[in-house]
């Protein structure tokens, strides 16, 4: 196998360089190659990639700006390598990543795999609190922190691999997003591909976001999920309504309270309780286990909310998706 590794980058240079250190100190002991496609940024990162020139064998290519999933495609297209390793820009990479993925592949090929990522301690604490409930599993991040299926995993595309073959059978990602990584790894098994998770294959995910960016990331997550549900029906599944019925319940119990009925908030406060230990335990800080408690309740909403006006929209009036939420999708020229 030989890898490239494939990079979309919008207006991140100061990312770009970390990254960029870290693939530069990996462990691994064969040549890779790094395409970093700059999507019609503003701000370009070409001066930080030509300080690695003589570091890394790396391409660099400016194109107008179309999305990260075509721009993956892009990347994927122009590399010369057999199989793709896709990550974020704002991702950091573990020493040991490229060596601990070519070792599962000789020992077990898959077309299509995924990894969890993880917070360095150098994050803030913001950035940890909305890691925790990003992976944890008393959240909807079960997903993200590995607890699925390990042979019926959805790679997220901040941190995945594609082989060449894979990548030509399916024409790779579309252009909604979010979504575009489930949407293709569902596509990928239905034209027979199989996918897992790479448990070690974890990277640092810097999530550059504040709780206002965090709500509208999420409520995007919740948005699209009726929409690949529209797709792909033969996949939904019952789940991905926990969300919704989770901040139902929740306002449910607030108005019962008026009524003198506390045991269905106390209920949540259990939960809420038991969030704060876990958190607590994971990060040893009882500031950001206070902050867990608020990135879970922004993340059920901002989800809950998004999932409820999408379901309503795509799978009840039968609206076209694509015009009832533009937003979701990028337009290729």
């Known amino acids: 196998m030989l890898f490239s590794i494939i990079i979309p980058v919008y207006n991140r240079p100061d990312e770009v360089h970390e990254l960029l250190e870290s693939l530069s100190v990996q462990d691994f002991n064969q040549s890779f190659e790094i395409v970093i496609v700059e999507d019609g940024s503003s701000i370009s990162c070409k001066n930080i990639v030509d300080l690695y020139a003589d570091k890394l064998d790396i391409s660099y290519f400016f194109k107008e700006n179309s999305g990260p999933g075509d721009s993956r495609n892009f990347g994927m297209r122009n590399a010369k390598g057999n199989y793709y390793l896709i990550f974020d820009s ?50 909807t991040g079960g997903i993200r922190g590995g607890s699925e299926k390990i042979n019926q995993f959805q790679p997220r ?10 990548f030509e059978a399916s024409s790779g990602f579309g252009t909604i997003h979010p979504g575009e990584d489930p949407d293709l790894t569902i596509r990928l098994w239905k034209l ?118 999408s379901f309503i929209a795509v799978q009840v009036v039968k609206k076209d998706p694509k015009k009832q939420f533009p937003e979701l999708f990028f337009k290729l020229k």
């Open 157 to 166: 595309s901040f941190n995945m691999g594609l082989s060449k073959k894979a």
């Open 192 to 309: 027979g591909f199989k996918t897992k998770l790479i448990s070690e294959a974890f990277v640092y995910h810097k999530r550059r976001i504040d709780w206002n960016k965090f709500y509208t990331q999420v409520n995007k997550f919740g948005k699209a999920r009726p929409i690949l549900n529209s797709w792909h029906p033969e996949y939904a599944k019952p789940s991905y309504l926990f969300p919704t019925l989770f901040i139902i319940g929740l306002d449910i119990a607030i108005v019962l309270l008026f009524f003198g009925i506390y045991f269905p908030l106390f209920s949540y406060g259990v939960y809420f309780v038991l969030l704060f230990i876990v958190s607590i335990i994971s990060n040893k800080s009882v500031k950001i286990a206070f902050l867990s408690i608020v990135a879970t309740i922004i993340q059920f909403y901002g989800y809950g909310l998004g999932f409820l006006i």
């Open 90 to 139: 704002d991702c950091i990479i573990p020493s040991h990543y490229l060596t601990t993925v070519y070792q599962s592949l000789h020992l077990d090929f898959t077309d299509c795999f995924g990894g969890p990522d993880k917070a360095l301690d150098s994050f803030s604490s913001i950035q940890k609190a909305i890691n925790f409930s990003m992976t944890s599993f008393l959240t």
